[in-house]
């Protein structure tokens, strides 16, 4: 329903803006760059379900393997106290609870392509013990927020751009990027349990705590190596654990006496069809997005909050980088775009740059994820799920700028 509301009000924005520009501006061309963004935005939603089919199709294949090999439910063990707590209305053993591992392991190494077909996978799984096919049930609500979370350990991308961008230190972002995300995570996460009523038991807290330490430690680690060997490492780390789990997969499938070729095609063949699913869904969050982005909703805001800043005698520096606050829930590459303009405009070792790094890497991208999530087993009734992911998407923004202004 929340997301039914948003979707609404970006277009309801967009006409207001276009139409007061028209009027007291005389602004005739505001229409015919809406209506273009909406043309592109519906082609590159295209391009986007096009460029993840190759990649669902692999890593669709690969879970098949792992899953008729029985790998997926021996990592589910592993983290089965902790997540048997989080979703209490998945049954242990079931393959949701290593799909959803497998998930939250890509994002936390930041290997987004990767996560999205095990998100997929996990949500296709969990929709098979959804008594209601059309309504989220609580235990996908958990999963979208904590993928909106976005806890990230190694932000590879950022830092890479931070690096194109002739920044003296690229991985200077890289712990306040850990410290932001982890907080968003933890918000997030305790939230849903007081919603959803999960009892916070000595098990629970000792693995938010065990999480929070864990976060702790790695920026701990890094913060103690040289700029060229963080993002050396971290690359290193991330890739190598990726392999290692395909060659462990098919390993197992060769165990078991699997046709491991077949049953990764199987596999395949789902990924593709996944793909296509996700397509209306992709289009009609995009053209909206798209639509109030061209409209100049978002530059009027960002200008109205930085003369209320300056008015109430605060620093100002921060609201440079609210562009890619407000882009970062609703398009990936709008708030890298954002942040990317700002390096540009900036320098990338100023304030504001660092700070826009930060955001960027806080939490991950609020509506793609339900529109994509949701809309790969065709979930139109979404709960509560926009709201309490929008608190995590808040709480890593305001995290962000806190943890800037310790650091730079």
Excluded at 23 to 36: A, R, S
Excluded at 242 to 250: E, H, R, S, T
Excluded at 343 to 364: E, I, Y
Aim: with cysteine; net charge neutral.
């Amino acid at each position: 329903m929340i997301l039914n509301w948003i979707w609404i009000l970006f277009f309801a924005i967009a006409f207001l803006m276009a139409l007061g520009r028209t009027i007291f501006e005389g602004d005739l061309q505001v229409w015919t760059d809406i209506m273009n963004s909406s043309f592109s935005q519906a082609a590159f939603a295209f391009e986007v379900s096009l460029g993840l089919t190759g990649v669902l199709s692999l890593w669709m294949g690969i879970m098949k393997i792992g899953e008729r090999a029985g790998a997926t439910e021996g990592m589910a063990r592993l983290v089965a106290p902790f997540f048997s707590r989080l979703f209490p209305g998945i049954p242990k053993g079931h393959p949701a609870m290593g799909a959803i591992f497998m998930n939250v392991s890509a994002n936390m190494l930041g290997l987004d392509n990767a996560a999205t077909p095990m998100g997929l996978r996990a949500m296709q799984e969990m929709q098979t013990l959804n008594p209601r096919k059309d309504t989220a049930t609580d235990a996908m609500i958990m999963f979208l927020v904590l993928n909106s979370s976005g806890l990230c350990l190694i932000p590879v991308s950022i830092m890479m751009y931070r690096a194109q961008g002739g920044a003296a230190n690229p991985s200077d972002v890289f712990i306040p990027i850990l410290v932001a995300t982890g907080i968003a995570t933890l918000v997030g996460l305790l939230a849903l349990c007081v919603k959803q009523r999960i009892r916070l038991d000595g098990v629970l807290c000792a693995w938010l705590a065990g999480i929070a330490f864990f976060v702790g430690g790695v920026a701990w680690l890094f913060s103690s190596m040289e700029a060229e060997d963080v993002q050396k490492w971290s690359t290193f780390g991330a890739n190598f654990i990726l392999f290692a789990v395909i060659l462990g997969f098919i390993g197992a499938g060769v165990y078991k006496k699997l046709r491991v070729y077949d049953v990764f095609i199987e596999g395949a063949k789902e990924g593709f069809k996944t793909a296509v699913t996700i397509i209306p869904y992709l289009v009609a969050i995009l053209v909206a997005i798209g639509m109030f982005r061209a409209s100049g909703a978002l530059d009027i805001f960002t200008g109205a909050v930085e003369r209320v800043v300056a008015w109430c005698g605060w620093d100002t520096r921060w609201v440079g980088a609210l562009p890619t606050m407000l882009m970062k829930p609703l398009s990936g590459s709008g708030s890298c775009a954002m942040m990317l303009d700002v390096m540009k405009a900036n320098g990338p070792d100023a304030f504001v740059s660092k700070l826009a790094a930060a955001v960027r890497g806080s939490t991950d991208t609020t509506f793609y994820i339900l529109a994509v999530y949701f809309g790969a087993v065709g979930v139109s009734r979404t709960r509560y799920a926009a709201g309490y992911a929008l608190l995590a998407d808040i709480t890593g923004a305001v995290a962000a700028v806190f943890v800037a202004y310790l650091f730079f």
